[in-house]
């Protein structure tokens, strides 16, 4: 059939379906327009054509034949279509190893969860346990079905109870006299320790001694086994009664219907069953039991016992009731998984409960060294996690119901612990080889001091690396073992191949980083020690004063690059984080001008050599002795202790006190009267004194440089001049100077001129009043 009358007769029906067309008077959707336009009008011929189409059956039949596979090729041609790409919110490429190993955990996650959900599906089964309580609960029938077992259930207890307790009574002495009879186990005789001996000596006595124990203890037990399964017996023959009973009841018609008899069965071998089972554990590890345990342990074992024994049997029986009462198999079997799930858990509590005690019977004794005793030592540690793993794989394998599922289980924990003791085994060797490579020879020491330290830096990152490979290597040993087919995901062109090529570039790189940063920090090292041992203190102090700065700027360069590498090997493409950094750089200076600033003008005092760390200096109205330079702030410590830190930007003129020179300042004002040569002189020999003693000799560089006199008033002439000291050395010599000068003046009657004025004024009359008074005072004396 020719595709134009299908496609005038699809034509036909869109223009019939369309909203004009049946007058529905709904408005077009504003979101799509291209689906609201007006249709084409059909023309004569093909409507003619489509008419003739529906009126003719094999044209008809064939139409709808080719519909029909239309419509069923649709969703597979429509899923064949690549679905439209959609920017990424991360930028990787879609073959990528970023993109391959996400979309690979991706599919692993959704296996794994439809996994666990079929199987969460087919261990649990509650909902049809669920409607069969219901349809119990609301049914007549079963309703007067429970109440005939109940009064039945009732009667044969009781009567089987009474037996019970009789034949309980009457075993009661005899019990008693068997305990009597038992033989109790007799102390060991202690290792005799009276003289010391050699240690192989006292290992060999050690070891004769617990063979003897041990035979001792088989001894008594075989002593004590006729007695221990006599009372046991005993105990057993009340059970025993009461099963007869019950039995013989049942028998009778009080039995009833037999789902009714049935019922009342299950329950009593539920007693007589857990009855047992509390004898034969009381008979092996009660207070006369065959073993012979502490009595605490004996109470916590038999404690433990009744726990879980009455959890899986009187569980089990109501499962086996539930089912002859009409319940599911599915119910049944859920039902069952839960009970057993609720006694594997009483196993992981009761190994949680004894860890610590277990995990010192497996430890190796204290002074114990070697590769055994650590391999015990870790075993002690994680034996609780091993366990616990057993306990749950042993109820998922029957939970499951896996064929050989305890064969494979056997085989899974045997290769998976042969796995982890060879790791264990090759990582122990690895990271001895690895100290052993990391010691150096003491020549090398003398040779690099700081070699050691730098090493050590690196050597437990070298072990945690070591040991992480030993691991991931040993996982897939583990998964080889479990059946899962691990190897092929490292196959070339895999994800695990380019995982490993991935790793192994990025560690390259950080190799080749690690090793310029030593290098660098060595050379550094080495060519301030070299200054400093040649006497070029200045370019010392200088490269030291650099180089926090310089380990800076190389970190950071070495961050980004081995940061740009890993992120390309993944994948990432840092063409976008490169030109949004230049981005953030620019915007970053214009917005921080100071900060700018700062940076450049301490870039530039550091070059010029302006100061340095040790320096006294005076910087924004602020002294003190410099501490650090970075490459923004210089930080101050003030004589009062104080630290001031002071931004670059801040900084437009430096006093620095600590350029090799400091002249001691010389002025000495002396009285008019004085001879200033004298004066003068005296000043030399009190600098010539000091440099002849050992104190100031390497401080003051020469004699005293007399200026001369500086200024002359009528009351003072000041001396002024200036003596050459060391920038370290020129307060300690002006304050001593300072103190000599005051004391010898004093010593040669030389006065200081003060910085007051004395003004000496002569008055006429008050002069002729005394010569008159003083010329009557010699006539009356007369």
Known sequence: MSQKPVCAILLAFAFLATPAFAQSGAAPANDAPAATTKPE?????????????????????????????????????????????????????????????????????????????DVARSLTHFKSFYW?????????????????????????????????????????????????????????????????????DVMVEGARHRRRLSLTRAWQSMIRLPFVLGRLLLELLPVVVFVGVATMLLGTEIGGMPTTRLVILAVVNAYALSRGLICAVRALVGPFGLLRVRAETAAYIEIWARRIVAVAVSG????????????????????????????????????????????????????????AARARNRLAAVWHYLAITLDIALWAVWALNIHNGYSLLLQYFVGTVAVILISRLATIVALSLIDRGFSIRPEILQRFPGLETRANRYLPLLRRIVASIIGVIGFVAVLEVWGVDAIVWFYGGQIGSRLLSALATVAIAALVAAAIWEASNALMDRQINALSRDGHYARAA????????????????????????????IGVNVAPLLAGAGIVGIAVGFGSQKLVQDLITGLFLLLENGVQVGDNVSVAGLSGSVENVSIRTIRLRAADGSVHIVPFSA??????????????????????????????????????????????????????????????????????????????????????FNRRVKRRFQECGIEIASAGQTILMHIPALAAADDASNAMARRAAR
């Open 41 to 117: 009008a059909l023309t004569p011929d093909q409507a003619r054509r489509a008419l003739d189409t529906l009126q003719d059956e094999g044209k008809r039949a064939q139409m709808i034949e080719t519909l029909r596979s239309i419509a069923n090729a649709s969703p597979q041609a429509q899923a064949a279509l690549p679905a439209p790409e959609k920017p990424s919110a991360i930028p990787l490429t879609a073959d990528s190893l970023g993109a391959q190993l996400l979309v690979t955990v991706s599919d692993q996650v959704a296996d794994i969860s439809r996994e666990v959900a």
């Open 132 to 200: 069969w309580f219901v349809r119990t609960a609301n049914d007549p029938d079963a309703y007067g079905q429970l109440l005939d077992i109940a009064w039945k259930l009732a009667l044969v207890f009781c009567c089987a109870f009474a037996a019970e307790w009789l034949i309980f009574r009457l075993i009661k002495r005899p019990v008693a006299l068997l305990e009597a009879r038992i033989p109790h186990a007799a102390h060991a005789p202690a290792l005799a320790m009276a003289d010391p001996s050699p240690a192989a």
């Open 316 to 371: 089990i029986a109501f499962a086996n009731v539930a089912l002859l009462l009409g319940l599911h198999r599915g119910g049944y079997a859920g039902l069952l998984r839960l009970v057993m799930l609720v006694v594997h858990l009483f196993i992981v509590v009761i190994i949680l409960q004894c860890r610590k005690q277990v995990a010192d019977l497996i430890a190796a004794p204290n002074g114990r060294e070697g590769i």
């Open 542 to 569: 200088r490269l030291r004063t650099f180089q926090p700065m310089l380990r800076t700027a190389l970190l950071c360069l070495i961050v980004t690059v081995v940061g740009l590498t890993a992120l390309s090997e």
């Open 651 to 736: 900084v437009t003129t430096i006093t620095n006190a600590s350029r090799g020179a400091g002249n001691a300042a010389v002025s000495v004002s002396v009285a008019y009267k004085e001879d200033t040569d004298r004066a003068s002189q005296i000043l030399k020999d009190i600098v010539a004194e000091m440099r002849k003693e050992a104190e100031y000799r390497m401080a003051i560089r020469g004699d005293l440089e007399l200026w001369g006199i500086d200024k002359v008033d009528g009351s003072m002439a000041t001396i002024v001049g200036q003596i050459r000291c060391t920038d370290s050395g020129r307060w300690p010599v002006q304050r001593e």
